[in-house]
């Protein structure tokens, strides 16, 4: 069983998510071919981050501003059809090769779970990043105040997050433009490197792509750079158009009544606070204290809401 073929037989068998079909894999270096391998069919397309690349395309767009907003909006419907199934568990998508059921087992990045409680999962996972910082980051990176980033993030997601969830949604945590291939009208043929779906709360699902121009600021921080600036006014208002087309979307894959349209926390504080554990994997410092006077202003931000709320 494995997770990699799993998402793909799912998205391919359930869904109307562009996939290749996997043949054969094996992630064990010892097999008869002595070495991992995927053996999947071939899709024609180029990956929509190089073609922009390649076109020399304006900022922010992934060709021509109509060609951008088809593409933008081929993700929001992958997203939000991806979102529409819902398991009882927090972990990776498996497949067991002798029933053909799908699974929620062990998170394929921590190797742990699955969870039924989300701040078990966002435990483990802060505790497994800062392991991975403290393993891997520059010396500079760890002695600064921001190491203790994934700390905090728990006490934030105890406080901005959904504790309660006992429904969690498919999201693919590698989505983005690196990982979609395109054709020339940088039209999306496929979605590639699946390992990355799982069964997640909702403020890991409410991300917005990678790589696409849809990056967040840090609550509150206020830039100086001109150039930063003027990415951030370009940003802002694609930033609510693809919200909404997510909510468009999700209108069409018909989510249930009962599940909250991953649309209305996009925006939200409790996804800035699980953005901020994303950035803290990039190990850069400024980055980090960045996020850090973030996680700070949130902290005081709601011990003020509740001084307020006591004293009315």
């Known amino acids: 069983m494995g997770s990699y073929l799993g998402n793909a037989d799912l998205k391919r068998a359930k869904t109307s998510i562009p996939v290749p079909q996997v043949h054969s894999y094996s992630t064990d270096p010892t097999n008869e071919v002595g070495a991992p391998y995927i053996l999947m069919d071939y899709v024609h397309g180029t990956v929509a981050r190089e073609l922009r690349q390649a076109k020399k395309c304006e900022p922010g767009l992934y060709g021509t501003p109509d060609q951008d907003r088809r593409f933008r909006q081929q993700m929001a419907a992958i997203q939000a059809e991806l979102s529409s199934f819902t398991f009882n568990q927090i972990g990776s998508l498996y497949r067991d090769e002798q029933t053909g059921d799908f699974f929620i087992g062990p998170e394929v990045e921590t190797g742990k779970g699955p969870w039924t409680s989300p701040m078990d999962y966002y435990a483990d996972r802060?505790?497994?990043?800062?392991?991975?910082?403290?393993?891997?980051?520059?010396p500079d990176v760890q002695e600064s105040w921001s190491f203790a980033v994934p700390v905090l993030f728990?006490?934030?997601?105890?406080?901005?997050?959904?504790?309660?969830?006992?429904?969690?949604?498919?999201?693919?945590?590698?989505?983005?433009?690196?990982?979609?291939?395109?054709?020339?009208?940088?039209?999306?043929?496929?979605?590639?490197?699946?390992?990355?779906?799982?069964?997640?709360?909702?403020?890991?699902?409410?991300?917005?792509?990678?790589?696409t121009g849809?990056?967040?600021?840090?609550?509150?921080?206020?830039?100086?750079?001109?150039?930063?600036?003027?990415?951030?006014?370009?940003?802002?208002?694609?930033?609510?158009?693809?919200?909404?087309?997510?909510?468009?979307?999700?209108?069409?894959?018909?989510?249930?009544?009962?599940?909250?349209?991953?649309?209305d926390l996009m925006l939200s504080d409790a996804a800035s606070v699980f953005q901020g554990l994303l950035r803290y994997g990039g190990h850069q410092r400024l980055v980090n204290d960045k996020w850090m006077e973030a996680y700070l202003r949130l902290l005081r931000g709601h011990v003020m809401s509740e001084e307020q709320r006591e004293s009315q």
């Open 126 to 138: 802060a505790n497994h990043e800062l392991q991975v910082c403290a393993r891997n980051a520059a």
């Open 154 to 211: 728990k006490h934030l997601m105890s406080l901005y997050g959904d504790s309660t969830a006992r429904r969690f949604r498919l999201v693919n945590r590698d989505f983005g433009a690196h990982n979609l291939l395109v054709n020339n009208e940088f039209e999306i043929v496929s979605v590639i490197d699946l390992d990355g779906v799982m069964a997640a709360p909702m403020e890991v699902v409410a991300q917005y792509p990678a790589l």
């Open 214 to 263: 849809l990056d967040r600021e840090a609550p509150g921080h206020v830039e100086t750079r001109p150039a930063a600036i003027e990415r951030i006014k370009r940003t802002a208002p694609k930033l609510k158009e693809y919200r909404d087309m997510v909510e468009i979307a999700e209108a069409r894959v018909h989510v249930n009544e009962q599940n909250t349209p991953i649309a």
